[in-house]
């Protein structure tokens, strides 16, 4: 077999394991979901309650969106209300500097919020320097790209995700 061959089997095959691994993830969300296994109305509130301790705007007024990715993941906040130009302002200057303390490995924010032992912070915060951390305004929020090549760290953004979905109630979807 030829050293392309190889290549060739060694990436897709990674792809296989990664797209399998975010199946299972999405599958263990839609059990927790079904079987109430997820943030129950009153740890909904306090995820609120400490939110806005945390994050500027107002978390009845936006939506939370986080999407795992091969090589990553996605997380976006948007206003529900597309010309909220104020709540769009707030969420842009919230995501921009989020983005800047998590290329540092500060989660302190979210920590506050979902607790210093959710699933994956620990290894976002050792392995921070091996993700790249993107911050993009679009038109009603803004999103942040998280890249990276470790897949120990692609499993760890996918659990932080779920963790995070699951807290935030129907304030958030993963996609």
């Not at 975010?22 to 609120?48: F, M, Q, Y």
């Not at 939110?51 to 948007?78: I, N, R, S």
Request: include cysteine; charged fraction near 20%; aromatic fraction near 6%.
């Amino acid at each position: 077999m030829s050293i392309e061959e190889r290549l060739w089997r060694k990436e897709h095959n990674r792809a296989m394991m990664m797209t399998t691994l975010v199946l299972i993830a999405l599958a263990l969300l839609g059990l927790c979901n079904r079987t109430g296994l997820c943030a129950s109305p009153s740890r909904e509130e306090e995820i609120a309650t400490k939110g806005a301790k945390v994050m500027p705007f107002d978390l009845a007024q936006t939506m939370h969106m986080f999407q795992p990715l091969e090589d990553g993941g996605l997380q976006a906040v948007t206003a529900q209300d597309p010309s909220n130009r104020t709540q769009i302002a707030l969420i842009q200057a919230h995501l921009k500097e989020e983005a800047e303390k998590f290329r540092r490995g500060d989660f302190s924010d979210p920590a506050t919020m979902h607790g210093d032992i959710m699933p994956g912070l620990a290894a976002l915060r050792g392995g921070a320097q091996h993700i790249d951390v993107q911050y993009v305004a679009v038109p009603n929020g803004a999103q942040i790209r998280y890249t990276t090549k470790d897949t120990a760290l692609i499993m760890a953004l996918h659990q932080w995700f779920a963790a995070q979905v699951a807290d935030h109630g129907h304030h958030a979807v993963q996609h």
